[in-house]
């Protein structure tokens, strides 16, 4: 199916919920030592992060990280086995009305397939005590307006996936955890869903967005969280992240003994990938060093060049299990975010 065209990101302006409104101490999302296991499986593990108001924080890690875990515990929909997650300074359930604080959306599939778009979205209204026209303003700010007297029944996976959002927005919520919301979208509807995220962040409030391919998040997010195993495995700034990208360099050489002999004698075999006979990746040193090296022992290389250090490899080297004989990615510690200390 088609998806229906998106709307275009209203400016600050056009908003009535003014940022000055916004309390920035009820934005902060703190986890601290989370732990939930799921008979033997340990699912989160000592998790500890936090997370800013102000600002679109991508939740990273591959499939089966621990992140859904991690936002239903927010959530209060699990409990955990150890450690605590809050919310501007409390749990999610003690809120008398919680999703007026917090919209969530973790799946777009929980939907009756008979109702309408509107319908479905006026059946909460009165749960969060906002008026029915409210499911009008959030469809139209995910751009399903013209939809909103289609059966949900006949929507694409895009389209349930920005009506979860209308649904996640119906409170006018602080604070937005969404659970993969780029699923389904076509190249159209991520770039709108970008502008939207750091529209909503511009307006003082807080967006965790989780998602397992950092590519797909990489223009959005200002923080990034990055989790495997359940295990935290690096949370900075974007820009912090940008800096921990590994250097590595790639030779290829005709004389595959003297190229081994090279990096056994250079000390460079623990941070050294053999590809096959007469191909390596040397990590954590540079082309001018590997070059000059070689140089000095006369090796014929065919090919010297930086290996590939995008942030895509980076997060994959930061989450990957660690190989045979190769060291483990370095593990970055929780810290505050530059400049932003945790509010307990």
């Known amino acids: 199916m088609v998806d229906v065209p998106v709307a275009p990101v209203p400016s600050p302006s056009a908003d009535p919920s003014p940022e000055s409104a916004l309390d920035p101490a009820e934005g902060v999302v703190v986890v601290t030592g989370l732990t939930k296991r799921f008979g033997p499986v340990l699912a989160v593990d000592d998790l500890t992060f936090a997370v800013q108001p102000g600002r679109v924080t991508g939740f990273l890690g591959p499939n089966g990280a621990g992140k859904t875990t991690t936002l239903r515990l927010l959530l209060g929909l699990a409990r955990p086995n150890a ?50 026209r ?12 013209d939809a909103a007297e289609r059966r949900v029944g006949g929507f694409s996976t895009g389209m349930r996936q920005r ?3 209308a649904a996640a927005l119906l409170g006018d919520p602080q604070v937005l955890l969404l659970d993969e919301p780029a699923n389904g979208l076509d190249p159209e509807g991520i770039a709108w869903l970008r502008q939207f995220l750091r529209w909503l962040a511009a307006q003082g409030r807080t967006v965790l967005v989780s998602s397992h391919v ?3 998040v990489e ?18 700034s974007l820009a912090g992240l940008e800096a921990l990208a590994r250097p590595a360099v790639r030779i290829v050489s005709p004389d595959a003994t003297g190229l081994a002999s090279l990096v056994d004698v250079q000390g460079w075999a623990p941070v050294t990938r ?54 483990p990615p370095p593990v970055q510690p929780f810290a505050p975010l530059p400049g932003q200390g945790v509010v307990p």
Do not use: K, N
């Not at 979205?121 to 009165?126: G, K, Q, T």
């Not at 040193?285 to 930086?306: C, D, I, Q, W, Y």
């Open 83 to 132: 450690g605590t997650a809050t919310i501007g300074g409390r749990p999610y359930a003690d809120r008398r009305q919680p999703a007026r604080h917090v919209g969530a959306a973790l799946e777009a599939s929980s939907f009756h397939p008979g109702r309408t778009a509107r319908d479905h979205l006026r059946a909460y209204a009165p749960q969060l005590g906002v008026p029915d």
């Open 134 to 145: 409210r499911a009008d303003e959030v469809l139209a700010q995910v751009g399903l307006a």
């Open 163 to 165: 009506l979860a959002l």
């Open 214 to 216: 950092l590519s797909e």
């Open 219 to 236: 223009q959005t997010v200002d923080d990034v969280v990055i989790i495997a195993r359940g295990r935290l495995v690096h949370a900075s």
């Open 274 to 327: 053999f590809a096959g006979p007469g191909e390596a990746t040397v990590f954590d040193h540079r082309a001018a060093e590997v070059g000059a090296a070689a140089f000095a022992r006369g090796l014929e290389l065919h090919e010297l060049a930086t290996a590939d250090t995008s942030l895509e490899a980076l997060f994959l080297q930061l989450t990957a299990d660690p190989e045979p004989g190769m060291p």
